[in-house]
């Protein structure tokens, strides 16, 4: 199933990439009608009351948090008020935003050399799978959609990552740049790009010159660096301190560890099976994280060149965000590592090596065309229904937790009760939420 980029034409490549991001659409379409009770939730309202208190112009320069994310907040407050409040269309264009990435993923898997059923498998199962409920549904989750997106075009957009004929020329190196920046200004991770992408333009081994691929580089990284250093300067929640002391590193470790460890497997597996998110012990997590790393070794040493330069750079993308995670998150409870809304990047980084593999066996195991056809096929409905078929479970109580209840509390209920009932807003009173909904159409 492993095929050189050169034979595929690129007609071929564009349609197949395009037809697994227009499959990502499936669960909105089917659930359609719960999504559609989703409201402004948690963050969302806390910035929606930020633009009301600062103005728009301001609040998207000033830090949310402990990200320095003007993109993603120029765009998404953007949203709200050239939408009239409409939280339908904010979630339809993070679904948009995650259909991109889909297709994106696909077109560079293709271009490395992955064959078809390496690449379905990893499209379907990240663009399908109920694990991303958190990410797929709260808008504010948008910001992590947004920046993988700019990772993505740098990826296939780079000549040392994706095809080997294209030069490094001035406009290549300065879309590098916009990428970068893009991508470390929608989100705080996204300062994880630059890096990737300059290190791929330093170690392939391709034709162009070293001052070319000196200047790409550069242009990659720098808007990472600047990012960071402003973060660091001015978040006022100050992180780097796990980075003092030895214990703190420790509990930063831990929580890294977990997270690399036990996703995507663990929330996968426990959505598919209808478990609750278990608490893993120590040696559960050891023998998980020696699992996982024989599935990456494995599938780096059956992998062609232009494969490993892909699973490469993912594992690069995978290792740096457990690193930032455990950074940003040590000291809490360690099941917090399996949180649905670090499963994204989880699924898209891990599912590949576990593809390749899959691929491998497939091909070996299978001794004619006809059992390899029905082999494939039967995986990649197998692929659908698990990935999918927890939505229509779960949406119910989601949906009314982060939807439905706030529309009954601000549309319903008269007159408003004192106190702060929103969900996810104990930072408003009740009143202060209807007079923003009033204020800005909220819907």
């Known amino acids: 199933m492993t095929v050189a980029p050169s034979t595929l034409p690129e007609r071929r490549v564009l349609l197949l990439a395009g037809a697994l991001g227009c499959a990502a659409f499936l669960p909105l379409v089917m659930y359609h009608r719960q999504f559609a009770q989703l409201f402004w939730f948690g963050d969302d309202l806390w910035a929606i009351n930020e633009i009301d208190l600062h103005g728009y112009g301001r609040w998207v320069w000033q830090m949310f948090s402990e990200n320095f994310v003007p993109l993603f907040k120029f765009l998404w407050g953007g949203l709200v008020l050239a939408g009239h409040g409409n939280h339908w269309l904010a979630l339809l264009v993070l679904w948009l935003t995650h259909a991109a990435n889909v297709a994106l993923l696909s077109y560079w898997m293709l271009r490395s050399g ?167 012990s120590a040696s559960e997590t050891i023998a998980l994280g020696i699992g996982k790393l024989a599935v990456v070794v494995t599938a780096l040493v059956c992998a062609t060149a232009p494969q490993r330069r892909f699973l490469a750079a993912v594992l690069v993308l995978d290792l740096g965000n457990a690193f930032l995670l455990g950074v940003g998150r040590s000291g809490g409870p360690l099941h917090l590592a399996m949180g649905s809304r670090y499963q994204y990047i989880s699924l898209l980084t891990s599912l590949p090596f576990l593809a390749t593999v899959v691929s491998v066996a497939v091909d070996k195991v299978a001794a004619s065309v006809t059992v390899r056809r029905i082999a494939v096929w039967a995986i990649l409905a197998v692929t659908v229904w698990s990935s999918n078929r927890y939505w229509s479970v779960v949406l119910p109580i989601w949906t009314d937790w982060r939807g439905g209840s706030t529309r009954r509390l601000l549309f319903e209920t008269k007159p408003l009760p004192a106190g702060s009932d929103v969900s996810g807003a104990s930072f408003l009173t009740n009143a202060e939420a209807k007079r923003l909904t009033d204020k800005y159409q909220l819907h």
């Open 114 to 280: 992955f064959g078809g059923l390496a690449t379905a498998v990893t499209a379907l199962c990240f663009g399908l799978s109920a694990s991303n409920l958190e990410t797929l549904t709260w808008t504010t989750q948008w910001s992590a959609v947004l920046a993988l997106m700019f990772f993505l075009l740098a990826a296939v957009d780079h000549p040392g990552l994706s095809d080997a004929v294209r030069p490094y020329g001035g406009w290549r190196i300065a879309r590098q740049f916009l990428w970068s920046t893009c991508s470390a200004w929608s989100f705080s991770r996204g300062v994880l790009t630059g890096p990737i992408m300059a290190a791929a333009a330093l170690v392939r081994p391709a034709g162009a010159p070293w001052p070319r691929r000196l200047l790409l580089a550069a242009a990659a990284v720098v808007p990472s660096v600047v990012t960071a250093i402003m973060i660091m300067k001015y978040s006022p929640v100050k992180h780097d301190a796990v980075l003092t002391t030895w214990p703190l590193m420790k509990e930063g470790l831990a929580f890294s560890s977990s997270y690399w460890a036990l996703n995507p497997v663990v929330p996968f597996f426990c959505i598919i099976s209808d478990w609750g998110m278990p608490a893993m």
